[in-house]
């Protein structure tokens, strides 16, 4: 089976710019509509921030979803803004809050269908010592994915150099799933952020291995992939080479008000697509090549 497509809804919300933005009934048409298989929703209004869905709404959102044959590839927390949402705050009931959003959200993604949410492992704040933060962070995803286990859903801790001074790296983020240990605690990355380490984004596939559950697919200042500078072809060959059966989720175009939502989604569909099938046919080819030679 080839490897499935998901597309973040950002660049049609609010975060972190406030245009453009439309409803979430219109974004699940679109996107469904430009051929992906998921979606993956991001907890913001206008979308899905917990505190404004009511049960109808819920509902609704699910009947949509399932309209339009578009799985919840996964979900990921509201953050910055006022609330923070980090994890790692100095601040107790800053970090108190955070862990209840992110159960809110377990309950939201399971209730939608999904089995897979973002862990933002948070920032260390001036004050505050790197161990110091990395435990109350590690205190967290452990508390949030007790929760999670009862509802089938995982935990995946993603590195932010770009935006966060915490995890990272993919170390970082292989030993902070290490110190939890548990099952439904897992890793994943952003190509983006790879890049912008001046790391190769295959190298983290490689890495993390099977314990990558999730991959946000960027290109370098957020382009849709094959618009910079990433190597997406070793990008997916490494993802066959460790067998991902996980989503491919664009999250792009959503760091500037001058977007196209539309066009960027496109763009990655396409290329992306095109890529995967160019890389099956190379190693499909092989492998016959290896069999004749084989059978000689």
């Not at 709404?57 to 803004?81: C, N, Q, T, V």
């Not at 190769?200 to 890495?207: A, E, G, M, N």
Request: a negative charge; aromatic letters at 10%.
């Amino acid at each position: 089976m080839s490897m499935k497509l998901s597309f973040n809804t950002w660049p049609y919300a609010s975060f972190p710019v406030w245009l453009p933005a439309y409803p979430l009934e219109e974004v699940i048409k679109r996107i469904a509509n430009i051929g992906y298989d998921g979606i993956e929703i991001g907890a913001a209004s206008p979308h899905a921030y917990p505190p404004t869905l009511t049960k109808e709404r819920r509902r609704e959102i699910k009947k949509i979803l399932d309209y339009y044959g578009l799985e919840l590839s996964s979900m990921l927390p509201a953050l910055s803004g006022g609330p923070g949402h980090n994890v790692a705050s100095p601040i107790p009931e800053e970090r108190r809050h955070t862990i209840e959003h992110y159960k809110d959200l377990v309950e939201l993604c399971s209730e939608w269908g999904g089995k897979t949410l973002l862990y933002i492992p948070g920032w260390q704040v001036f004050g505050t010592s790197r161990k110091q933060a990395w435990e109350w962070s590690k205190q967290a995803l452990t508390e949030i994915a007790t929760t999670a286990k009862d509802y089938g859903v995982t935990l995946v801790v993603e590195p932010t150099p770009f935006d966060s001074n915490l995890v990272d790296r993919c170390d970082d983020a292989l030993e902070l799933m290490e110190e939890v240990n548990m099952p439904n605690v897992k890793v994943m990355f952003d190509t983006f952020h790879a890049l912008y380490r001046k790391e190769v984004p295959s190298d983290y596939i490689y890495q993390m291995g099977s314990n990558l559950a999730h991959i946000h697919i960027s290109d370098n200042d957020r382009l849709a992939p094959g618009q910079g500078r990433g190597d997406f072809h070793s990008v997916i060959k490494a993802l066959k080479d460790i067998n991902y059966d996980g989503y491919l989720a664009m999250e792009i175009g959503f760091d500037r008000r001058d977007v196209e939502p539309d066009l960027v989604a496109r763009q990655a569909h396409d290329y992306l697509r095109a890529v995967i099938k160019e890389v099956e046919s190379q190693q499909s080819s092989l492998e016959k090549k290896g069999g004749k030679k084989d059978g000689r």
